[in-house]
């Protein structure tokens, strides 16, 4: 510290006795000395002294000399040390960390390193300054601007994104940094790229289009995977921030063929005897490891990605043996809680919705005497109350994916319960330790065997229809009673607790949807409609108490919605008479809202995988919500339909004189519909005709211009005959023939030429004659075409009158039904009080 001291009074000069300068004048002196030194030694030494005190005088520091120090990176950038003063200045004024040597000023807010962040970048051109150094390959240059642009982007990280972008080649600079042969640069980078890539897609996108994938791979790789130091995690982390919610990055990821050199990694080595699995083997920085690893695999199936980019990862992951080393690291001993339970989440998306990744599941075995399937171990945890509440959560979460669109899952868990699969009593089976749970006095244990049970009958009526007929041993010998029964029976006791009634009620409304069968079995069951009837009329304040009485709503609508009326009391009308007159369908409305008005319900409304803090949360699951999501505003509606006979207001219910006043206008209003139809069909008919008619008349006028041309072409031949005829006799010249011979052939031409002339004449008649009768006919022709128009209007003016007569008599049928209605409310009321 004295050594500090000396050099800065070297460099400001000595002070009188008994005068100690204070921090800002100090601080200014500096800066005066940076703008106003000719020589680059003063200005470095003036840098080294600003350097010295931004630790303990930021304010002051950052202040008066970040304008100096700009200038410093502008001007003077030949000399690595001044450039690495100003460098290490500028990131200790913008830094969010605190130093101990600025912990006793009260003057330090704990923003202030944003604020000059902000005061910097307002300049984008000091961003791209500070870029350019990135090219030095001085050590202090290039980590000084490393660490520099880290601390902007974590104070700014929407402006620095921003800014980099648009900076000439930004991106690949710090890319090529990757490949620093100097550890600490490599390192520092890492850190520099994990800030720039959260929540940036455009830069994850160019970050790992610049080959990231294949630098980090390699980096863990020489660093050792999952048995690395923090470097691994670092690039697993930033692996992430490439992979999460960028499917373009997940696409390019699976293309690339990364999933499998992801897939050895999850290898547990043995040496010596000794393996991973082993707890001391284990250190803390391996299970951070490893949990990004895990991280990594879920970015790539997570149910929120889009769905073809999952199922082709969830394929390739099987292939690659990366499904077969999870579960192996499931089944394996000594593993750390945490990363067991990210495990079988991890596990669970990967097989969610995969049938070929959900039968592998089935298949694995426990190493265990004897042994067992897996599926049957993760339950016995689930069902276990000295297990970890997140332990049993994604147990839980496992066995509803690996239910998940799995029909001959669904159908192996309840073919256990049946008696006809009970062949070997000793052995347990899914089936018994979900009745285990369901039964047991652990609240917990009875919520997760109840949601459990119900991700069995998930889209699946027949499963449904299976389960009806599971039956349940009692004691004393007594007649066996159905699963179904059991559950409305536990339900309606006091012992079981909310929770436990929660779990039940979510199992009973999807056990009843579609399933007409399950809501018989419901309706006959002793007890149960009084209990939900109770539960409705009840008036408790407490949150909890209303959510249950959503619940118990919304079963009991399900009653109404999916009855095939089949039981003579428990009719669908009389279901809705019960609501009306002992609850009132207002009321039974407001209490079926309860449930989307619940704070479970928005929780669990968000994704598949349960996430709860406490046990206290474990209340709604996320079918159970898209079903009552689906059917509460059907039921809502159903319910209100009905009036106080429970009689459905669609079918009013007047007296005998209303009721043939209504008939009469149904009747007209039928015949009136009849009418048009007839009316309609005629009118398409003539419409037909109609153009028939054009048709034949286009005929008609084109042959008549045939024959037209034919009888001109006629008439023109027949006036050359006679000039053709006549033209031989002044050409002829005197001959020797006798008179007798001349004559006799003149004679012989003429009766020819007569002939022809005749010949042509009668032709000329008759296509006379033939023009006569075709103008007569399209004469003819034209009158009908007019007079089937006429019909046509007529028809189409009868139409429209008869369709506003229509419109009359439906204003004249609803004024009636309105008096009707206006006349009968004075009747009930007088009849109500004769009544009384």
């Known amino acids: 510290m004295e050594f500090l001291k000396s050099g800065i009074k070297t460099v400001l000069g000595g002070t009188e006795p008994g005068q100690q300068p204070s921090a800002a004048e100090t601080v200014e002196k500096l800066v005066d000395r940076v703008y106003s030194s000719t020589l680059l030694e003063d200005r470095r030494d003036a840098c080294r002294a600003l350097k010295a005190l931004s630790r303990k005088y930021r304010i002051e520091v950052g202040a008066q000399g970040m304008p100096p120090l700009v200038q410093v990176l502008q001007n003077d950038g030949q000399d690595a040390e001044i450039i690495s003063y100003a460098l290490d200045t500028l990131c200790n004024i913008v830094t969010s960390e605190e130093f101990d040597e600025e912990a006793d000023n009260p003057a330090v807010s704990v923003n202030v390193g944003e604020q000059f962040t902000e005061m910097f970048i307002k300049n984008p051109d000091h961003v791209t300054l500070v870029m350019g150094y990135l090219d030095e390959y001085d050590f202090r240059v290039r980590r000084g601007a490393i660490q520099l642009i880290t601390s902007l982007i974590a104070n700014k990280t929407r402006e620095l994104q921003e800014l980099v972008l648009v900076s000439p080649m930004g991106v690949s600079k710090l890319m090529d940094l990757l490949t620093d042969s100097r550890e600490v640069i490599r390192n520092d980078v890492l850190l520099l790229l994990i800030e720039l890539t959260k929540g940036n897609s455009n830069i994850q996108k160019i970050v790992a289009f610049e080959n990231a994938f294949d630098r980090l791979f390699d980096i863990v790789r020489e660093e050792g995977c999952s048995d690395g130091g923090i470097v691994v995690e670092d690039c697993l982390i930033l692996l992430l921030n490439l992979l999460k919610n960028n499917s373009s990055n997940q696409q390019f990821f699976k293309e690339g063929s990364y999933i499998q050199r992801l897939a050895p990694m999850f290898l547990l080595n043995s040496s010596n005897g000794s393996s991973d699995a082993d707890e ?5 920085q391996k299970v951070s490891n490893f949990h990004c690893m895990l991280q990594v695999v879920r970015a790539l199936v997570t149910p929120s990605n889009q769905q073809q980019v999952v199922s082709a990862c969830q ?3 099987q292939k ?3 499904l077969q080393a999870l579960c192996d690291i499931l089944m394996s001993s000594g593993v750390p809680a945490d990363i067991l339970t990210e495990t079988i989440n991890t596990v669970a998306e990967v097989v969610r919705g995969d049938r070929d ?11 265990s005497q004897p042994p067992r399937p897996a599926i049957v171990v993760l339950l016995m945890s689930m069902i276990n109350e000295k297990q970890l509440l997140a332990l049993r959560c994604a147990v839980l979460y496992c066995f509803e994916c690996y239910l998940y669109r799995n029909s001959d899952g669904q159908r192996a868990v309840v073919q256990t319960l049946l008696p006809s699969s009970a062949t070997d009593v000793s052995s347990l089976s899914t089936g018994q330790l979900l009745c285990t749970g369901l039964f047991s006095t652990d609240t917990l244990a009875n919520w997760f065997a ?6 069995t009958l998930v889209e699946n ?4 229809e299976e389960l009806l007929r599971v039956l349940l041993a009692t004691p004393g010998g007594q007649r066996p009673i159905t699963l179904l029964e059991q559950c409305t029976s536990l339900m309606q006791q006091e012992r079981y607790r909310l929770q436990s009634k929660v779990g039940l009620l979510m199992l009973l409304s999807v056990w009843l949807a579609h399933c007409p069968g399950a809501v018989k079995a419901l309706l006959e069951t002793q007890g149960t409609m009084a209990y939900l009837t109770a539960q409705l009329c009840a008036n408790e304040h407490d949150e909890r108490e209303y959510l249950v009485q959503g619940m118990c709503a919304f079963l009991m609508g399900l009653c109404i919605q999916f009855n095939d009326n089949s039981l003579a009391n428990q009719r669908r009308e009389d279901i809705s008479q019960l609501i009306i007159k002992r609850i009132g369908q207002e009321t039974f409305c407001n209490k079926l809202s309860e449930v989307s008005r619940h704070e479970a319900y928005s929780r669990a409304c968000k994704q598949a995988q349960i996430r709860a803090k406490g046990a206290s949360e474990l209340l709604l699951d996320y079918e159970y919500c898209k079903l009552y999501k689906g059917l509460e505003a059907l039921i809502a509606k159903l319910v209100s339909g009905f009036d106080v006979d429970g009689i459905e207001l669609t079918e ?10 209504v008939a009469q206008y149904k009747g007209i209003i039928r015949g009136m519909d009849a009418q048009i139809q007839t009316l309609e069909q005629s009118t398409k008919q003539l419409e037909q005709e109609n153009i028939e008619l054009k048709d034949q008349l286009s005929h008609e006028q084109s042959l008549r211009a045939q024959l037209a041309d034919q009888n001109t072409l006629l008439k023109a031949q027949l006036a050359a005959q006679p000039t053709a005829a006549a033209a031989p006799a002044p050409a002829a010249t005197p001959t020797t023939t006798p008179i007798t011979t001349a004559t006799a052939e003149q004679q012989t031409t003429e009766t020819v030429n007569d002939e022809q002339l005749n010949a ?4 000329a008649n008759m296509y006379f004659a033939e023009n006569i009768r075709l103008t007569k006919e399209l004469e003819t022709l034209r009158q009908q075409l007019t007079a089937e128009k006429q019909r046509a209007d007529a028809a189409q003016e009868s139409l429209l009158a008869t369709q506003k007569d229509q419109e009359d008599l439906l204003e004249l049928l609803a004024d009636q039904e309105a008096k009707l209605a206006r006349y009968e409310s004075p009747t009930n009321a007088v009849n109500d009080t004769n009544g009384r």
């Open 280 to 284: 001391s083997a284990w250190t803390p």
């Open 315 to 317: 394929r390739v992951m």
């Open 320 to 322: 690659s043996q990366l």
């Open 357 to 367: 990744n959900q039968d592998e599941l089935s298949r694995v075995q426990a190493p």
């Open 450 to 455: 109840a949601v459990a049970l119900m991700h």
């Open 461 to 464: 009526v027949a499963q449904k």
């Open 652 to 661: 009013l219910t007047l007296s005998s004189e209303a009721s043939a006043l």
């Open 760 to 763: 042509a004449r009668y032709q």
